[in-house]
T-cell receptor
Framework: GQNIDQPTEMTATEGAIVQINCTYQ??????LFWYQQHAGEAPTFLSY????GLEEKGRFSSFLSRSKGYSYLLLKELQMKDSASYLC???????????FGQGTELSVKP | DAGITQSPRYKITETGRQVTLMCHQT?????MFWYRQDLGHGLRLIYY???????DKGEVPDGYVVSRSKTENFPLTLESATRSQTSVYFC????????????FGQGTRLTVV
């Protein structure tokens, strides 16, 4: 089976940097996704990692270590609009099942 | 319009009734997923499908039925709705097993009274 853990809530200051961690256990791994979800809206794609290392996309970066079952999402130069829930999801390599963690609610304060 | 669409966007139904939530995608993606989202539980996978006529259970399949007779459609049916199935339901699709992104529909808010 799959198990994914993320912190429930985080708070950060506008302009700062925040790192949201995700740990996972899975019987077969075929990629890790990060999504952003604002209240009342659908999740929107942020990043994808399948190999170890860092993927950078503007103010957002995501890191993966497959041996440690660990990923993080790094948000730089935080803006108020970054206040949202951040969802970590893992895909298995058997049937392509895509399982999400509970999400991390990020509050950005002035 | 291209994309993934869900209907209806909002639905109120009574306990014991059958209700079907529709999901349609225009990309011919192989994979489609149904999730429910409740406070404190995040997105939980109900069913998924790797291709037409291939479906499999997710984390919380009980009380739900799916079918995939055509690649572009993946309806979710609650055969006898219960109050515990009040939730927001999201459909998603991805092109293939190695896709780098999965796309979500706008969601259906279902209330069972």
């Amino acid at each position: 089976g799959q198990n994914i853990d993320q912190p429930t809530e985080m708070t950060a200051t506008e302009g700062a940097i925040v790192q949201i961690n995700c740990t996972y256990q899975t019987s077969g791994f075929n990629g890790l996704f990060w999504y952003q979800q604002h209240a009342g809206e659908a999740p929107t794609f942020l990043s994808y990692n399948v190999l170890d290392g860092l993927e950078e996309k503007g103010r957002f970066s995501s890191f993966l270590s497959r041996s440690k079952g660990y990923s993080y999402l790094l948000l730089k130069e935080l803006q108020m609009k970054d206040s949202a829930s951040y969802l970590c999801a893992v895909r298995d390599n058997q049937g392509g099942k895509l399982i999400f963690g509970q999400g991390t609610e990020l509050s950005v304060k002035p | 319009d291209a994309g993934i669409t869900q209907s209806p966007r909002y639905k109120i139904t009574e306990t014991g009734r059958q209700v079907t939530l529709m999901c349609h995608q225009t990309w011919s993606h192989s994979y489609m997923f149904w999730y429910r989202q409740d406070l404190g539980h995040g997105l939980r996978l109900i069913y998924y499908s790797a291709a037409a006529d291939i479906t499999d259970k997710g984390e919380v399949p009980d009380g739900y039925v799916v079918s995939r007779s055509k690649t572009e459609n993946f309806p979710l049916t609650l055969e006898s709705a219960t109050r515990s199935q009040t939730s927001v339901y999201f459909c998603a699709s991805s092109e293939h097993l190695g896709s780098t992104e999965a796309f979500f529909g706008q969601g259906t808010r279902l209330t069972v009274v």
